[in-house]
């Protein structure tokens, strides 16, 4: 952006990103698709672009950068993926260590940064509709297989939502809208059908029991490919951390038509 | 299938290509998706997936074959993609030779077989919304560069319709519908503010005058990827022949909700 210029929600959000002042994005800049991170080394791309093809509701790709260019010159041109997320994961064989606010240090020329569309990126069209998103949101693992592709595999993860009746037919077809941020539901009603893990979700508490008048609802989850890749047990993979995505220029009700 | 089974209009189809008794698919098989094929050595595959991936609308890829594998597991188990299309069109060098009806003896362990999502998919559901298919339609070059990627890069190519404004408005709520067969147009009205080509179509004679109650609607077209892998000028490419595609196990209908 030219210097005399405001920028917008979503380039003063990957400022205060990279200021280091930025939380979780949950809400952030709303309007503007937010992204799962992925970066992996070269020669994992393809399998793990081949993986995302596979899974597409889960793992839609919005962009791949160049080996060693951590600049995502078409959705968000001028930002950093180095520092422009507010907190970043890093795992090593596999295993996650300690959290980051940067990782300028851990890049190197052959890696290889993958955007991936998120589902927060659709609350505001949810909240507008009169679907709460602030409440009785878990993310879930499940028992459905994904379609592999070289070493990545693995099970979906979801995010589960509980909505009234009415509520869970809105928030279908509002979510449908947005088939690069995982689009419509994949499941509804019963969580054993698709074994969806009620005592242990990814994150927080257990779940706790369904109130009568509610209905489960089930989103593909851009955790996937996180667990993908953790399952791949490869020797540096960084991630955005849960809840920190990045915010890319790309403007959420545009985008949302194909 | 089973031998005591009947095989769906699908499967029917794909036998009859095998025995060579079909000849171009529009109009074959309604119901289900019908792909545009790309074969490639696998050193290209990457930059490919990459390219489609970086130009979606244009490229919308439904199915990645292992390297070597000739058959569609995913959206046409059992399929030989070696026979079961009725026309294959082949690159030596970027330049189209005789086309062939059979690629057995051609097929190698390296190749890499890309199916991608194809308009004609959408001519069912246009044609039950009161949407004529059958006449006013062209296949034209544009100005409007694609992104590249790697050796693959080029203009996009688009079906262009004349439509009634009524027309217009229904064909492009209904192939929106159709996210991953190009989703809705991408672009209504003056030809030249694309760069479309009207007086050399890619198949057939020149456009001539657009008659004055029609306006043109623009869709991105699947033989984009051809042109971007004939500007790559790469060694070997194999490609269905125009209008004769590939049909898939996929319902339409049932697909279009992604």
Redesign the interface.
Same mark, same amino acid.
């Given at each position: 952006m030219s210097p005399d210029k405001k920028p917008t929600a979503a380039q003063q959000a990957r400022l205060d990103a990279r200021d280091g002042i930025l939380g979780p994005t949950r809400g952030v800049a709303l309007g503007f698709v937010q992204c799962n991170l992925v970066i992996l080394r070269q020669e994992l +791309?393809?399998e793990f672009?081949?993986y995302c093809? *596979?899974n597409?509701?889960a793992c839609p790709?919005l962009?791949?950068c160049d080996a060693g260019d951590p600049e995502p010159r *078409?959705i968000a041109p001028g930002a950093d993926l180095r520092t422009d997320l507010s907190r970043y994961a890093v795992y090593k064989n596999g295993v996650r260590g300690k959290d980051r606010d940067d990782i300028s240090d851990l890049w190197e020329d052959d890696h290889v940064a993958f955007l991936i569309g998120s589902g927060i990126t659709f609350d505001e069209a949810l909240d507008r509709a009169g679907v709460p998103t602030d409440q009785h949101r878990w993310v879930l693992r499940t028992t459905v297989p994904t379609?592999p592709a070289g070493r990545f595999h693995g099970n979906l993860v979801v995010t589960m939502r509980w909505l009234t009746p009415a509520q869970a037919l809105t928030a279908t077809q509002v979510s +449908?809208r947005f088939?690069f941020n995982h689009? +419509?539901p994949v499941h509804v009603g019963d969580p054993a059908q698709i074994g969806a893990d009620l005592n242990q979700p990814v994150y927080g508490d257990p779940v706790g029991d369904l109130p009568p008048d509610l209905v489960p609802v089930f989103w593909a989850c851009g955790v996937t490919p996180q667990a993908a890749a953790e399952s791949a047990t490869i020797d540096l993979m960084i991630t955005h951390a849960p809840a920190h995505g990045f915010i890319s220029d790309l403007r959420a009700d545009e985008f949302c038509?194909?």
């Open positions: +791309a393809y672009l081949l093809q *596979r597409q509701k790709v962009e791949v *078409r379609e +449908a088939p689009g +419509a038509t194909p």
